[in-house]
């Protein structure tokens, strides 16, 4: 039995194979729905980095005279935190509407169905990219660490983006089968907010930092926040990611295997 050669056969292979080599249209359709969203603007995607700005130092210096931390701890903290945050929230909060936005494509080109989730998650990367700038000002202003730990940002942001994107497509998939998934994520986006680690460091909190730790989310932003802090981030941290990493692109791949002829029906 050719084990090896109906693995390279299953559709899931052959449409991601396809997929990587559209990686120019990928590109090219994340950058396009960038510019679309801020054509005719003065500013352009900078509004996104002016109002991300705006927010760290106000809500940093607020809410460090309302903890009693030094702002000088606690704006770099609540900056990196915010920015990881809008950046994961972006992908999850859109996920669930990827094909269904894309339907009309979908309907009249033959592309690769895998192309989209990843266009996704590009697009809000380059969000991400017009935020970062903020976190060096901020780092600058206030003294941030730098050391050998700090590079432990790149393979940190790299497993966050392979998360965000095994998520993408079991949500989309999801999300093209139930339409009110939509709503369900917006509706919990709010409260996963104020039970993850955004506006502040588990240890800042007067109980117990152990019921954060149920959050996943709580994971993914200290897995980056701590490099840009200065510091590595904690081995269990570390290991939750890489184990949702494994487990979840298993999970994807089975998902986008078994229902990928479905999805263009669905829509």
Request: net charge positive; glycine share 6%.
């Amino acid at each position: 039995m050719d084990v090896a050669g109906g693995w390279r056969r299953s559709p899931a292979v052959k449409d991601i194979t396809a997929g990587l080599r559209c990686w120019p249209i990928i590109s090219f359709m994340a950058l396009s729905d960038v510019r679309a969203r801020y054509k005719r603007s003065v500013l352009g995607p900078l509004w996104l980095t002016l109002g991300t700005a705006a927010g760290s130092i106000g809500l940093g210096l607020l809410w460090s005279e309302l903890m009693h931390i030094p702002a000088a701890q606690f704006v770099p903290t609540l900056t990196a935190g915010l920015i990881l945050w809008q950046f994961i929230a972006g992908v999850l909060s859109e996920s669930s509407t990827v094909y269904a936005r894309q339907s009309s494509v979908i309907r009249n080109l033959s592309l690769p169905l895998s192309i989209y989730p990843p266009q996704l998650v590009l697009r809000h990367v380059v969000n991400l990219l017009h935020n970062l700038p903020i976190l060096l000002v901020v780092g600058l202003l206030y003294g941030l660490p730098v050391g050998w730990a700090t590079l432990l940002v790149v393979p940190a942001l790299l497993v966050l983006l392979l998360n965000l994107y095994w998520v993408c497509v079991v949500v989309s998939i999801l999300g093209a089968r139930f339409r009110d998934l939509e709503h369900i994520i917006g509706a919990v986006l709010p409260l996963l907010m104020f039970i993850s680690p955004v506006f502040y460091r588990p240890n800042y909190l007067p109980f117990s930092e152990k019921i954060l730790w149920f959050n996943p989310l709580s994971h993914a932003i200290e897995l980056v926040r701590s490099p840009l802090l200065g510091h590595a981030p904690p081995m269990f941290v570390v290991w939750a990611n890489l184990g949702a990493l494994a487990a979840g692109l298993a999970l994807a791949f089975w998902l986008f295997n078994d229902k990928r002829d479905r999805i263009a029906f669905w829509i």
